[in-house]
């Protein structure tokens, strides 16, 4: 190793996404914008695709300070149950209402002690994209999607949600999922765009619902002791360098999903948007499952009245 290369400061990113997604997209450019701006004096390594371990793994490492900084999403609410309210179920109207909630008041709420618990700062909020659903069968109405058998992620959160609206959740890894579609194990379930274009869920199953009932946010983390032991100069740079690289993010998924749309429909896929009256029940239906909060988020009803400023009056 050179002198030179001996002399920079080594900052090592876990993340789970692979090379293209939105989360390793926003690693990448938060490590460039901080390389560029102070000079190369960080030697700043992006370690995707769960390089480093799986979620719970590199989240402990970071909080040990082992690795300096990771991005997840709210796998950290079992460090700080307010991290799980980032996807809480119908809390937003599109894109735009959660760019500015998580620019403003209930961002701050969510953090609200958790650098303190965690041992991590949390230094950004970015989108993967909302979850849709995707069927077999056309879906029109709630009433339709009562008795699916559909794959839900093992989150309590998203198992409430499809009790809510009736559904048989089927709880299993996403990457188990097209054989189950193709088995007749699950008659649909629920992804991000990012997630049903990669994998060509349209193909399988023609029908996809624009419900975007959850927005899935994750987050670049700091360990707290790195963090702080960063000059003053510094800590701008890191700091600066996390909110540009998330404003790139939600900028990138917000095209992405205008686009997602015409290559589902030209590879034969069917996209329906929810009327008034369904999207109406799924509304309900999200907001039956934010009682799950109040038990254990003290400042749960706080975090939940914030984001009404941010509507489009």
Not at 44 to 60: C, F, W
Not at 228 to 234: I, N, R
Request: proline share 5%.
């Amino acid at each position: 190793m050179s002198a030179q290369a001996a002399d920079k400061i080594m900052v090592k990113i876990a993340g789970m996404k692979p090379e293209g997604e939105p989360e390793t997209v926003g690693m990448k450019l938060f490590a460039k914008y901080v390389m560029e701006a102070t000079k190369g004096k960080y030697d700043v390594r992006v370690y995707p695709n769960s390089t480093l371990g799986k979620e719970d793994a590199y989240i402990a490492q970071t909080r040990k300070g082992i690795i300096q900084m990771c991005a997840t999403g709210t796998q950290t609410g079992s460090l700080f149950p307010a991290m799980a309210m980032l996807e809480t179920p119908m809390l937003y109207d599109d894109l735009d209402h959660a760019h500015r909630a998580m620019n403003g008041e209930t961002f701050k709420l969510i953090n609200k002690g958790f650098p303190e618990k965690s041992g991590l700062t949390m230094l950004n909020a970015f989108p993967l994209g909302f979850r849709h659903f995707y069927t077999k069968k056309e879906v029109k109405s709630v009433d339709d999607l009562k008795g699916l058998r559909m794959r839900v992620p093992n989150i309590p959160l998203y198992i409430e949600f499809a009790k809510q609206l009736g559904q048989s959740g089927q709880a299993m890894p996403f990457a188990e999922v097209p054989a189950a579609l193709d088995q007749g194990v699950i008659d649909g379930g629920d992804s991000p765009f990012s997630d049903i274009v990669a994998l060509k869920m349209y193909e399988i199953t023609k029908n996809i619902t624009l419900s975007g009932h959850i927005l899935v946010i994750h987050s670049l983390y700091i360990n707290n002791d790195f963090y702080k032991s960063l000059p003053a100069e510094d800590k701008k740079i890191f700091d600066d360098a996390a909110k540009r690289s998330a404003e790139d993010v939600w900028k990138i998924v917000a095209e992405s999903e205008k686009k997602a749309t015409d290559i589902i429909t030209k590879g034969g896929g069917k996209v329906s948007s929810p009327t008034p009256e369904f999207r109406a029940a799924l509304v309900k239906a999200g907001q039956g499952t934010w009682k799950l909060f109040y038990d254990t988020v003290p400042n749960a009803k706080e975090i939940l009245a914030s984001v009404d400023q941010y509507r489009k009056k």
